[in-house]
């Protein structure tokens, strides 16, 4: 899976879970707080990519996340792992 | 109005969502019709006793906000779509309902201050089948269990949904007593205004869906019909006929504004019924058997607290679930509190058109029980059939027909002994 079909996945749920961000383009470089979304719908769209992404990165990772591009090297590499041990 | 009527309190405005009605209008039909709302469980687990109930599992809120909220706020339409999003199933039925009410009082239009109007709840698990559906999902794999869950699985979180979608910022909690919820809301909410600690508060009967687990403990201890109806579903909820076999749950939402006369007066908002009186006792008992003493207590109290005597009522909203035991308890008590006056005053069973709400059954009946006293009738109570020799009062059977209504009283009893009574009058300055 590449980074842009993470990109994909991050960006899906992000237009679910803050619908009034529909038909704005996301950004690699956009920070979720500085997009409207709060506190609860960050923890939603972490969640829900882990979910379709099926991949599980730690919490103590993710509190270090600032930018969607934060987000991305971490789901990047979760996926990689998986891939890696599950081909 | 008068000084003496500053503290009086009104119902300025409901809200509701039940089996047999989404709004007022539907509501008030079904009422005056005799409709049931009882079918079998959307959802059926065949090693589950309870088959049938009163089943909203498949609401559509955006459908319900077109219809319904059509001359909402396109800022409350747009803030609710948000927050109920991801609601689990009373969430999203109590705050539709209670966007109803706030909106049928006018608050959108001339508001109370909001540090001057708050919320009160009445209800507590009210998100079993979704606290066991993430158990359920924890058991497979932990991450994945619902990322709002640490809100989201508290009951408190209905309360703040519908305290931040409405911005009641004044007194904020809620209320539980089992299947007498609604009324013991509706006395603390009485008892805040009268004290002068808000001028108004929006008073939520908050949905009590029901999981297989809670489905099947009722069967268990022989409370749920399960027998004799499961084919025909709309004849289930029987209140004082012979055949009654237990009572049959049901999802409903009922939510009313209340407010002291004075503010309603400074908004020019609608008064359509007076909450005039109160009451809480108990049966200090585990058991889910009825305490005759207790209710004939409760009854007594309630009118005290509006300063009124039993001879001056003319219509009671009853409890009246489809026990065997609880409908007989309660007729023996309202016998023994209103002697020879008992036999002149009806008596229905809005739960046999709905179903029991469990802890909002008593604010979806305070509904039923102001429109009928504002359209002059009295709903039937259906399924009469078989009538119980010891069950003598006059039930409404199987017609609706014109009852002029001045005071009504109505029931709520819970598990646990608890026990709790309203006295709701006309508008006393009727347009």
Redo the contacts between chains.
Sequence with gaps: MTRNEVFEVVKAQIYR?A??LRGKEIQETDNLTDLGADS?DI??V???S??QLNI?VPRTRLSMVDEVSDLLDLFEEAVATKQTVQP | MTTNDERRVAITGMGIISPIGENLADYLAALRQGCSGITRWKQLDERCYSRIGGDLSDFDLAAHLEHVGIHYPEALVQMARKLLRATPLSGRLTTAAALQAFVHAGLHETPVAPARIGHILAGHNLNGPYIHDNAMTYREEPEFIDPLYGVMYLDTDVLAVIAQLLNLRGPCFSVGGACASGNLALLASLDLLRAGRADALVVSGAASPLGFVTRQAWSLIDALSIRSFNDTPTQASRPFDARREGFVPSEGAAVVVLETFASAQRRGAPIHAELMGAASTSNASRTTKPDLEAQVRVMGDALRDAGLVPEQVDYINAHATSTPLGDAVEVQAIKQLFGAHAYAIPVNATKSLVGHCLTSAAIVELVATVLQIQHNFVHPTINQTVADPELDLDFVPNQARPHQIQVALSNAFGFGGLNACVVVGANPYPQ
Excluded: A, C, F, I
């Design positions: 879970v619908s009034h609860l923890v939603e972490v969640s829900g882990m979910k599980k």
